[in-house]
């Protein structure tokens, strides 16, 4: 049984390589083709057969294309990255935040569970004092409101009594 689970690793691990060593292998067959492509003649210079050399310019326009592909995602990677620095440092100062808040609030949380019913009781008089003070405000806004309207109401009617007067 033992020896089974050993093969059986063994052939998971061989399995594993075989699959990064695919991809290599035939980038390395692809470069020797090129580099075995044609035959010097007398003069030195290098003469390609028809296919080869619609090999090699296939090839070529395929590595240009390519280039600019590399370029773009290369930008793209630098943007994402940025990006990933950016929210990393904004969800650290984020959790150094919330870990000063949660300390703040330490007391009342113990408070919380060991005296529910006060903290219940404490938590409705604050809500009832908030609703207070935002009833005062809205009631200061209307006020300064009406008071705008009536100084615009004024200066409305002193330019109307300037008209008829010239």
């Given at each position: 049984?033992?020896?089974k689970?050993?093969?059986?690793?063994?052939?998971?691990?061989?399995?594993?390589?075989?699959?990064?060593?695919?991809?290599?292998?035939?980038?390395?067959?692809?470069?020797?083709e090129?580099?075995?492509?044609?035959?010097?003649?007398?003069?030195?210079?290098?003469?390609?057969?028809?296919?080869?050399?619609?090999?090699?310019?296939?090839l070529?326009?395929?590595?240009?294309?390519?280039?600019?592909?590399?370029?773009?995602?290369?930008?793209s990677?630098?943007?994402?990255?940025?990006?990933?620095?950016s929210?990393?440092?904004?969800y650290s100062?984020?959790?150094?935040?919330?870990?000063?808040?949660?300390?703040?609030?330490?007391?009342?949380?113990?408070?919380?569970?060991?005296?529910?019913?006060?903290?219940?009781?404490?938590?409705?008089?604050?809500?009832?004092?908030?609703?207070?003070?935002?009833?005062?405000e809205?009631k200061?806004?209307?006020?300064?409101?009406?008071k705008?309207?009536?100084?615009?109401?004024?200066?409305?009617?002193?330019?109307?009594?300037?008209?008829?007067?010239?």
């Amino acid at each position: 049984m033992k020896d089974k689970e050993r093969l059986e690793d063994l052939q998971e691990k061989i399995q594993a390589e075989q699959v990064r060593y695919e991809p290599a292998r035939d980038i390395n067959l692809t470069v020797k083709e090129i580099g075995d492509m044609g035959q010097r003649t007398l003069t030195g210079k290098m003469a390609v057969s028809k296919d080869d050399y619609q090999k090699l310019t296939a090839l070529a326009t395929e590595g240009i294309t390519s280039r600019s592909e590399i370029h773009e995602l290369n930008r793209s990677v630098e943007y994402y990255r940025e990006r990933y620095y950016s929210k990393a440092n904004a969800y650290s100062r984020l959790e150094e935040r919330f870990g000063e808040l949660k300390e703040k609030c330490r007391p009342f949380l113990d408070a919380m569970e060991h005296f529910p019913d006060l903290v219940k009781i404490f938590a409705d008089k604050v809500r009832e004092l908030f609703s207070i003070k935002e009833a005062r405000e809205r009631k200061a806004r209307e006020e300064a409101e009406r008071k705008y309207q009536a100084e615009r109401e004024a200066r409305k009617n002193q330019t109307k009594d300037k008209r008829l007067e010239r």
